[in-house]
């Protein structure tokens, strides 16, 4: 009988050793590393892309380096694509995730999610035609879409009826349009205008805006002290017109209104 | 995680499926063309014209020297430049064909040039065309010799065809992604399909025995070598 408790009283045990994630401070383990791990894209410009001296630039790498400069450690750039950034953070291999991550109730399952740090709209773009009015436009045109993006969630909700070719990384989602394998792709505005300024006479407009997503830094889940570290740094950032700065760098408008 | 956490991964079953037969269709056709052009190309290479012996070595040591991925992004997002569009689908048979038959050619050439060249010599003088001496004398020994090696190549296309999820073909490796991000359940949906293929290289490798009894070395062969 003491056996049998004994054997139930470690089964339990053992199951709460499961389930409980191992207790260490995400914040104190980056003061103590010196290093801030942060997972930023290299193929979405102006959000982040390789510059002519091969390294990554744009609004989430300077992002990241503000972060990093407040909280007096070097900042290591891990590239990610779109559809791994929320594994890397999952698996502990970055601290952070700074590359244009939209919140979804899917992902606030698995990772935390700061104040807003700068605007972004979802949308269709195509050539000039065919004209889209409305959602139900879209039914049967060939779409491309990165795999796991907002767009991708967005385009399934909000015209189930197109044709989504989905795509591993955001080179590929605009070489599927660019090489006329598909008539139009989503992804966001800032990604579009940054197309347009490289190839500008290119026949590419907005079709239709799918969603308003505002980008938030990825934290891992449960960190409560490094995400209130990094709110704190935006709040400020936000409140000396840094991030306005940055936005009109990058993205050729000031921030405007973000929700916390 | 626990079990319950593979649970999404098999509420997802029917895209599972649709994924397995799009990649099953993807491995028999593109093995199909595969082997009948790699024999066509090995006849060329060894008794073609020079021009074409000298086309058939280029394109063999391409195929061969360049990564699949690279090949498959070429079709796909290459070719429209040059005014040729291929489906996803399309595009995806085209470079898995383009690419087995490089390998094929490779392995039956390796073949016929174990046959002794007395065969061939015995089989004009019976008076046999030089193609009839060609698929009827010397292909049948020479794929009873390499048809293991043929296997294996095979079951690598099959793995192979995993890499067309790249350009949006809704094979296996493709509906795992997208439950992976769907569901944030990375490791669970891998692991499925990983499994998935280890059953479908095992049944294939199985299935290639099977038609290697039956055709190769069976009822047609001509040879001795088993």
Known sequence: ?260 | MNLSSFIDVFHAWPSLLNGLVMTVMLTLVSSFLGVVLGTLCAWGSLKGPKAVRWFIRGYVEFFRNTPFLGQIFFIFFGLPALGLRLDPVTAALVALTINLTAYACEIIRAGIEATPAGQFEAASSLGLKPAQAFFLVIIPPAFQRVWPAMTSQLVIILLASALCSQISVAELSYEANMIASRTFRNFEAYIVVTLIYLGLAVLFREMLTWVGRRFVYGEFATGAQR
């Open chain 1, 1 to 260: 009988m003491t056996a049998r408790i004994l054997f139930a009283a470690a089964i339990g045990l053992m199951a709460t050793l499961g389930t409980v994630p191992a207790v260490a401070d995400a914040l104190d383990d980056i003061i103590a590393r010196k290093t801030l791990r942060v997972a930023v894209p290299t193929d979405y410009p102006p959000f982040g892309s390789v510059g002519t001296d091969m390294q990554p630039r744009g609004m989430d790498i300077d992002v990241a380096n503000l972060i990093g400069e407040k909280l007096g450690v070097k900042v290591e750039l891990v590239p990610v694509t779109a559809p791994n950034r929320v594994a890397y953070l999952q698996s502990g291999k970055t601290d952070l995730t700074i590359s244009s991550l939209g919140k979804t109730e899917e992902r606030a399952k698995v990772i935390d999610f700061s104040i807003a740090y700068s605007p972004f709209f979802d949308a269709v773009f195509g050539k000039k035609e065919p004209p889209v009015k409305e959602y139900a436009d879209l039914s049967g045109k060939t779409i491309s879409v990165t795999r796991g993006s907002m767009q991708d969630k967005e385009l399934e909700d909000l015209a189930p009826k197109a044709e989504v070719k989905r795509f591993e990384d955001n080179n590929s989602t605009i070489a599927a349009f660019m090489s006329g394998q598909v008539e139009m792709f989503a992804s966001g505005t800032p990604v579009a205008a940054a197309i347009k300024r490289r190839n500008p006479d290119l026949d590419l407009e907005l079709k239709i805006v799918l969603a308003n997503s505002p980008c938030y830094v990825g934290v891992v889940k449960g960190e409560t002290r490094l995400l209130d570290k990094v709110n704190e740094i935006i709040r400020e950032a936000k409140a000396n017109g840094e991030i306005d700065r940055l936005s009109v760098t990058w993205l050729g408008a000031p921030a405007g209104e973000l929700p916390e």
